[in-house]
């Protein structure tokens, strides 16, 4: 009798540890809820992909020889798909002007430019933020892309009226900047298109489930 209690025992203290692994691996597996601050997890996961995505931009730039037409399309390409990943891997509020305030900031260290454009980025950030609040939030990959084309095509014009306002003595300076402008567009919405196809395939992978 004493067996069988010792048996009955093991057997109910195993199924109670097995259901505590499953909790906590469906807990773990879980997106973390959407409270009023980010986890330490993504904290860490926006200061990787901000420097990521600033360390590439400038790598790209040395590669291709410096800013020139192809660069610069490929960097702005590069910046969208990588903005587009790392919101749906942290589909939290905030987390854009977070990011882009991290790598206005290591660009300023770097390269000690972009004083005046750091406010704008911000701003623009926010209007992305808000496209994608008014379009329904994180869960569907179209309001992502909108809201970063939102906040892309917002940070260009901002920097256009500021080559305005600094070289409005300047016409060919003016022409130069819109050209380049535009080409950095092409980029970004190239960056729209390889972002969704690039969420696509780590979907399947099964490393983002969002």
Known sequence: MDAAQSGAYDAAHRARRGD??????VAE???APHGAYWSTRELVTIGVFATVIKASTIMVAYMGGGMNPVTLAAKNCLYVTLMIV????VPRSWTMPLAVGITAMVSLLIMGSGVLYV???IAACLLGEGAIRAL?????TRNVVLGVLVAEIASKAAGFGLSCLIMREQPGMLATSALFIGIGSTGTFLGAFTGVRFMEELRHA?????
Not at 86 to 89: A, D, G, N, R
Not at 136 to 140: K, P, V
Not at 206 to 210: A, E, P, T, Y
Request: hydrophobic share 35%.
């Open 20 to 25: 505590q692994a499953r909790r906590g691996a």
């Open 29 to 31: 597996a879980a997106p």
């Open 86 to 89: 790392l919101l749906h891997k």
């Open 119 to 121: 406010p704008a980025s």
């Open 136 to 140: 329904g939030g994180y869960g569907r």
């Open 206 to 210: 099964g490393i983002i489930s969002h």
